[in-house]
Every structure is written in C-alpha cells, then in structure tokens.
C-alpha cells in the first residue's frame, strides 16, 4: 500500500532550528512537497523536491533521498509565525498526491 | 489577483440535505481537485478534473457529487448519503501538466451538519 509517515507534533524555541522528518512508500515516485498550513486555512507550497539532495529556499530547505523513501524540512531561525501544520505529500506513478496527516509545529518564545 | 476562490467559509447542514460547495478559479489551470481533511488525518481525495467536462473518482467519492461545465468552476455537491459529512473541504487547481504540477488551494469550507 501506500503510506506517508510523518511525526504528529514536534515543539521548537524562537530562533532556533527544526528538522521535520517524511518517509514514504508510494507505487512509484514523482517528486515530494511540503505544505505548510495554519490552523483552519488552506495549505500553501513550500517545496518540491524530485532529486536527490537539498534544496534552499530562504530559511527553509528541503532535502530528498530517493533511495531510502525520505524527505526532511529544515527551518532556520525560527519565528513565532511558522508555528503551523506541516504537510508531506508524495506523488506516485500517476501524479496523484498521496498526503501524509502533517506535522504540528509549536514555537515556544 | 488571480486565486481560488471558495464560498461559503462556514456552512451549517441539517441531516438529510443536500449542500453543493462552491469553487472557481481564475488562474487558468486545467485540473481541479476536492479534498476531504478531518482531524489527525492527511488531505483526502474525493473528485478530480483534469479537463472540462470530465472527471474522475478520487478515494472517498461515495456520497459526493460534482461537474465541471466550466474550466473556472467546479462545484461539489454533498448528498445525503455521505454518513459523515462534518469537515473542512478544499478546493485546489493546477495546471496539470505532471510532475512538477504544484496544487494550489482555495480558503476551505468547513461544514457542519447539524
């Protein structure tokens, strides 16, 4: 079957660096996004990541191995905005989007 | 501005009704998409549209319906016979053309049947 992992809820200090962790297992494998989502509004696109490594994007990063089904964010310098859902979603062989059920992000001050 | 755009925010369904969702977008995208989300659980699909007049049955279709009569609007209509109807629904729209084919997502509606 396929299947998203995902922690459900990680807590991290202002300022400081969060890693958040993705595996997946998907009937072939078209590249990997992360969303992030605040309570009750709509997710919105962070990264996509269809190679291998790490992609840099302002404080946010995002890294793939696709030969161990895994994917990584890494957010910088962390604010009290990004507290927030933190949504995984894999695309399998027929570009559909298989989700993970997100990670919830708490910044404490 | 271009965006997606969902009507209405809140929605409040006595049981036994029927309630159609709105979506429409304006940013030109081909396909279009209805996702369930309830809580402690990923985004769930329910109907997909990769052109107009045609769609498909995404994993949690029974007791939804929609249409895709335009390339800008596709509404979904909640029946009576979705046991459990109570969630946040999302609209998302995106080109659809493949493998770096970004989902953008409309504001949500979160119905409550009452």
């Given at each position: 079957?396929?299947?998203?992992?995902?922690?459900?809820?990680?807590?991290?200090?202002?300022?400081?660096?969060?890693?958040?962790?993705?595996?997946?297992?998907?009937?072939?494998?078209?590249?990997?996004?992360?969303?992030?989502?605040?309570?009750?509004?709509?997710?919105?696109?962070?990264?996509?990541?269809?190679?291998?490594?790490?992609?840099?994007?302002?404080?946010?990063?995002?890294?793939?191995?696709?030969?161990?089904?895994?994917?990584?964010?890494?957010?910088?310098?962390?604010?009290?905005?990004?507290?927030?859902?933190?949504?995984?979603?894999?695309?399998?062989?027929?570009?559909?989007?298989?989700?993970?059920a997100g990670t919830k992000l708490i910044i404490k001050p | 501005d271009g965006g997606i755009t969902q009507s209405p925010k809140y929605l409040f369904r006595k049981e036994g009704q029927n309630v159609t969702l709105s979506c429409e977008q304006n940013l030109n995208h081909d396909a279009m998409y209805w996702y369930r989300q309830d809580p402690g659980q990923g985004l769930r699909l329910i109907y997909y549209s990769q052109i107009v007049n045609d769609f498909q049955k995404g994993d949690i279709a029974e007791g939804y319906s929609v249409s895709r009569e335009k390339k800008e609007s596709f509404p979904l209509t909640v029946t009576s016979a979705q046991k459990n109807p109570t969630a946040f629904y999302l609209c998302a729209s995106s080109t659809g053309q493949g493998h770096t084919d970004t989902q953008y997502f409309g504001p949500g509606t979160r119905l409550t049947v009452l």
């Open positions: 079957g396929q299947n998203i992992d995902q922690p459900t809820e990680m807590t991290a200090t202002e300022g400081a660096i969060v890693q958040i962790n993705c595996t997946y297992q998907t009937s072939g494998f078209n590249g990997l996004f992360w969303y992030q989502q605040h309570a009750g509004e709509a997710p919105t696109f962070l990264s996509y990541n269809v190679l291998d490594g790490l992609e840099e994007k302002g404080r946010f990063s995002s890294f793939l191995s696709r030969s161990k089904g895994y994917s990584y964010l890494l957010l910088k310098e962390l604010q009290m905005k990004d507290s927030a859902s933190y949504l995984c979603a894999a695309t399998d062989s027929n570009y559909q989007l298989i989700w993970g | -």
